[in-house]
């Protein structure tokens, strides 16, 4: 079947003016219809020359957390909506937030470089020459230090890494390692690195992932510059993020006098981010075996691990002080269900001037509030309460979304139906993860809305991709880990939430640094504000339809089908760790592995892992299926809004996951070392993963136990 | 259990003791015991001293053919085999071999650089400063050409590059083509971007592949500098090597008058090879789209494809004439079966200085026919004939091996027995290819040799390397593509051959360049000359076991193994194919790879294929099987030995291959666009990777029908 794009874009436009109304879950045909002629004037309303000028507006200085850019940004938003006839206040926390006191890395031996650690200013970026209250290059929550030693190179800085050194014989302990980013999250390094006795860490950002590998640098193209660093927050937030000094709890006394060395999540060991510029000279440096082919990046030269000959002196210290963070909080009450609350936030500080993150996303949650108030000024009022959250401090550790949340826990688990989160958006493909019940109400909103460069459903043109890719094409939602605002609502509060954005096309190289800028954005990422455009189109659909309907959306069979291939993978995780450990014993035992080795280098075997068991997996594959059962009955009845309401919280567990309580949800969490990088059903994953096996028993038997009072839960709600 | 090295070791040693001989194929057990005997001696005799004396006298000149310092070395080897009481003759054949009477490249837009096309003296390396008789940066074999372009980017220079670059928009009709070293052989790059209407090629070497992305660069570690450049042959081998004037006879005619435009091997347009250090800066004039990742290298910038605004100029000049190439031919008579030859070949040409490549595989043959000498000296002869073959104008085009065998080519097929051959070798891991019918052969003589820096069997130390891969452990030995002396007695004559070395812990990224050294060898090639020692225990070994085996040791199940292997290979290619280009199709006809593409970019889908038809498999499976069950009898009954010369002869086609005569093996040939990579029943699988069906049907028929004579001969053969 021939079936060019011309024919393809008639299709669509037919589908969209004549055909009968696409369904939408939760409203009646009926419904569906009214509710697509609202969406139509939402849309009319919209105006992109809003989104490029509070992008300009916002991005015109610095507006990091605790900066006078940040409150003044929150006051400017708030303004806005306030002047649309939302119910606005500013409501500010504060947070224990460090900044650099005095930032020094050189190089004593067998040569001496001192790093620069600075973002040069690039011509034609009209920002990038603001020195007034711009943040340097650095890592937020390092802990202060002052140290020098030998210097190691440790690829991603990861527990693998750290093996493969142990079998060539390097040892980190009283050294400096140099990771490069990626792989992980940035925190997880400095984490692992303190682990394995390391004194310091450097980070630093490789040619090969975001600079000219990637494709041309800025100016000339959208990708990091040779003196770019990538500034971020190495905080351990898979214990908890937020306030390292109020875990649970809002920070809401600015009169405390904080004490860094009562926050366990500040890092052990200094650490601090460099350019590539700035490593270039380190790694030539080092001596030592070559480093592993996997290890290598794209500088121009060979990558050794050291140590040595190259020695470093790391000295950081920083402020230790409360930081305002400003959220804006924006409320249109519901006509009908004033109680039940559709949340929708995106973060409004930067490292520095953040066009791309977050404003790109912050822009789009204006202009759907700006929409929606046009839709209010014709006397339509949602049925459900809206309400628009801007948040300060996302970039050091969620800080203003996580204070918040925790501050208001209590009425959020009453009343919050479901948490709307984007961080930036560009030009590309859209995306939506989250909690599984929200899998068809993504994919129907996501249908209806029209990709701007091909005039296709934005859905169909992911989808396109995906086909191209040799993926499945068929849209399944995936589960979140975290990485921004919505880690609060929806892994401690167990808040159904999802994350969206487009993406894909842009040229964006440069995250967190001092070139994420107005100019950078209107020229690699989303050149004329279509995909921000797109974005709130998404956004305004997703809180209109959750707002509007007569009964709410979720569905529960999704649900189970992602716990069913979530527990197939750990089934199967546990029998390939058992084949792959019995034959890597043999290898060790057999000598095959030293007899494979080249002797002129330093080789030791890794010793013999013990058998791995065979777990019992019946009480959890027995609660999967009973969850299988419940949910296909319940989508044959009906579940009511306040049974689903309520649902997603039978998913957690009040003593959350094992070492890190904060994190309650039983099905995802954030990789205790992955960091951004969900890890599903976490509890035994990670307890399989770190070969904990009483741990993992122990889990099995919570998460089924849990698993079936959900089941209960919702086998009693349905009529 | 545990099994640590030092137990290995007692183990191996007592094995070699005082355990019951080890079976040896085409021994009885007491002949066994006593040939063991005879490789202990043959051992003793050999010194290292002569290894490294002789490659610091090869190497200490420029010895490519045609030059005085080939004659030298000729005349060096013969005279030491004389010494050693072998009937030794220099035969001289004479091909065409052109030599650089002017090279230029220039850029001569967007700004002019004059490419160096010199490779620098290098301290420490004391005959890279040798300027007399030193070949310089050059492809034998390109045509003479003047030509000015736009320069494109072109990859590997392989077809699928191609077809990349057309759904890119950009024609390489009429420009200069800029391809990377690897991914085939290179003589396939100029073949394919003339097919393509390119007017001339630039190869150069990427650092990632053997310059600082491999390891340190030459002299601190063994890789390539950055002014190295590879020279090398771009004749059109896959179709037919040696002297292109004179295919299937031998060039014994030096007073012919060469006319290059008669030969049809020569390239269609100019060819050079380049360093990186005269890539980089034509890689950073060009501009166009980004290159595809997967084609981006090690220099520190971001690959562009072009075409433009790069501009170059190529100019080269070469004088075509006839070049005498001297092949030492050095006999020991046999005592029993003096017609039954057993032939071991290594070249003695290089490319300048050629230490690793060939010398180390040179002088090790050298010192096998002097530890076999040294046997005779105690009155001991072979039972068969012992020829030693020292091969000139191997580098250009296989000349002297080609040449001599054509010219022999009677003799050959009624003599000889099997063919061995090596080119170079260095430290590390044992690896031997060639005929089927030779693997256990193979495995059995790797056996028997100890690994100098392990001491456990050289068999056992590879097979521990595949353990650690994960590769399956057991020793299956894969078929001969091209690229050394071997070609024309595997694939022309139907002799069967085995190609060996020792290898993979070496540090050598100087291939084909002048530092391809003496002291290159000694510091990263094979310090000590154990392994070149070793090679000599391996060659010396299967010498000798063929000369001395009471029935030759040749099996035929491997040979019916390998076929059916190869067999279901073609078969899931085919399969494959159908499902991949279905898909494809899907995904053009349904739109959705152009729905995918990034609209700023331009793409221009590719055209669906026609389907791929199912094809009859059944004569070539019915002759597999046929070819099974013979195979099966016959290992259990013999076959005289006089019919075991002849049956590889049996697997040949007197007119060859589709658009190849000169190749007459039906099981493995040299791939027509991957050159010295291997292609199994080349006949059908080039044919169905061509999508040329009626070829298929066509070549499935002959080749069942040539394994059913194949099979009908050995039946006649069992007793």
């Known amino acids: 079947m021939h079936r060019p794009l011309a024919a393809l874009l008639s299709i669509s436009l037919l589908l969209t003016a004549q055909d009968p109304p696409k369904p939408i879950a939760g409203f009646t045909p009926a419904a569906a219809r009214r509710q697509l002629e609202l969406e139509s004037k939402f849309d009319a309303a919209l105006n992109r020359q809003n989104l490029q000028q509070w992008m300009k507006r916002i991005t015109s200085k610095p507006h990091h957390v605790g900066s006078p850019g940040s409150r003044e940004v929150a006051e400017f938003i708030a303004a806005q909506f306030k002047s649309w006839g939302y119910d606005t206040q500013i409501e500010t926390v504060y947070p224990l937030f460090p900044t650099p006191k005095s930032r020094l890395l050189e190089m004593v031996a067998p040569t001496r470089y001192t790093a620069k650690i600075e973002e040069p200013p690039i011509e034609g970026d009209s920002t990038s020459s603001i020195k007034q209250d711009n943040l340097p290059v650095y890592n937020a929550y390092?802990?202060?230090?002052?140290?020098?030693?030998?210097?190691?190179?440790?690829?991603?800085?990861?527990?693998?890494?750290?093996?493969?050194?142990?079998?060539?014989?390097?040892?980190?302990?009283?050294?400096?390692?140099?990771?490069?980013?990626?792989?992980?999250?940035?925190?997880?390094?400095?984490?692992?690195?303190?682990?394995?006795?390391?004194?310091?860490?450097?980070?630093?950002?490789?040619p090969q992932d975001d600079g000219y590998g990637a494709g041309d640098v800025y100016p000339k193209g959208g990708y990091r510059p040779q003196f770019s660093a990538q500034r971020g927050s190495v905080m351990d937030m898979p214990v908890y993020p937020g306030d390292p000094l109020t875990p649970f709890k809002g920070a809401t006394d600015p009169n405390r006098a904080p004490d860094p060395k009562q926050a366990p999540t500040v890092t052990k060991i200094p650490v601090m981010p460099i350019s590539y510029g700035d490593a270039e000279p380190l790694l030539r440096a080092l001596g030592g075996p070559v480093a592993p082919q996997a290890w290598r990046g794209g500088l121009p030269l060979t990558y050794h691990t050291g140590p040595g000959p190259a020695k470093v002196h790391l000295k950081l210290e920083f402020d230790w002080k409360l930081a305002p963070a400003h959220n804006v909080v924006a409320r249109m009450r519901g006509s009908e269900k004033p109680d039940e609350w559709i949340l929708r936030g995106n973060h409004h500080d930067g490292w520095n001037f953040g066009a791309s993150d977050p404003v790109s996303g912050m822009v789009a949650l204006m202009e759907e509030a700006h929409g929606i108030a046009e839709l209010a000024k014709t006397g339509w009022r949602p049925k459900r309460t809206i309400v628009f959250l801007a948040w300060d401090g996302e970039e050091p550790a969620l800080l203003g979304s996580t204070e918040w949340a925790e501050n208001h826990a209590a009425e959020l688990k009453r009343h919050a139906v479901a948490y709307l989160n984007t961080d930036g958006t560009s030009r590309g493909f859209v995306s939506i993860s989250g909690a599984s019940t929200m899998e068809l109400f993504a994919a129907q909103t996501a249908r209806d809305v029209i990709d701007p460069q091909t005039r296709v459903s934005a859905m169909e043109r992911a989808e396109a991709r995906r086909k191209a890719d040799g993926r499945p094409p068929e849209y399944r939602i995936g589960p979140l880990g975290s990485g921004s605002d919505y880690t609060v609502f929806q892994h401690h509060l167990g808040i159904p939430s999802l994350n969206f954005s487009f993406g894909g096309e842009d040229h964006y190289g440069v995250y967190h640094s001092n070139y994420d800028s107005y100019d950078h954005f209107v020229r690699f990422v989303d050149p004329d504000f279509q995909y921000t455009l797109a974005t709130a189109q998404l956004g305004g659909r997703m809180i209109l339809r959750l707002a509007e309907a007569s009964s709410l959306p979720f569905r529960l069979d999704p649900l189970a089908r992602s716990v069913r291939a979530w527990t197939t993978?750990?089934?199967?995780?546990?029998?390939?760790?058992?084949?792959?450990?019995?034959?890597?014993?043999?290898?060790?035992?057999?000598?095959?592995?030293?007899?494979?080795?080249?002797?002129?280098?330093?080789?030791?075997?890794?010793?013999?892992?013990?058998?791995?068991?065979?777990?019992?997996?019946?009480?959890?594959?027995?609660?999967?299926?009973?969850?299988?059962?419940?949910?296909?009955?319940?989508?044959?009845?009906?579940?009511?809004?306040?049974?689903?309401?309520?649902?997603?919280?039978?998913?957690?567990?009040?003593?959350?996951?094992?070492?890190?309580?904060?994190?309650?949800?039983?099905?995802?969490?954030?990789?205790?070392?992955?960091?951004?990088?969900?890890?599903?059903?976490?509890?035994?994953?990670?307890?399989?993963?770190?070969?904990?096996?009483?741990?993992?028993?122990?889990?099995?038997?919570?998460?089924?136990?849990?698993?079936?009072?959900?089941?209960?839960?919702?086998?009693?709600?349905?009529?």
């Open 142 to 206: 390092s802990t202060d230090g002052d140290v020098t030693g030998e210097l190691v190179y440790v690829n991603r800085g990861l527990p693998d890494d750290y093996d493969r050194l142990r079998q060539m014989g390097i040892d980190v302990k009283g050294k400096i390692v140099l990771a490069r980013y990626g792989g992980s999250w940035r925190g997880i390094k400095p984490k692992v690195a303190a682990e394995n006795g390391a004194i310091g860490c450097l980070i630093f950002s490789d």
């Open 569 to 719: 993978e750990v089934v199967k995780l546990t029998d390939d760790l058992r084949e792959s450990t019995k034959k890597q014993n043999e290898l060790i035992r057999g000598g095959a592995l030293k007899l494979a080795a080249d002797p002129r280098l330093t080789f030791i075997p890794p010793e013999p892992k013990p058998e791995v068991p065979h777990l019992n997996f019946a009480p959890l594959l027995n609660a999967v299926s009973k969850l299988e059962a419940v949910t296909a009955k319940a989508s044959k009845g009906t579940v009511s809004d306040d049974a689903l309401i309520r649902a997603e919280q039978y998913l957690t567990q009040d003593d959350g996951l094992p070492r890190r309580p904060w994190f309650r949800h039983v099905l995802h969490a954030p990789g205790f070392y992955t960091g951004y990088g969900v890890k599903t059903l976490p509890g035994i994953r990670e307890a399989i993963e770190q070969r904990n096996w009483p741990e993992a028993d122990a889990q099995m038997l919570r998460l089924a136990d849990t698993l079936n009072r959900y089941s209960a839960f919702i086998e009693a709600a349905i009529r």
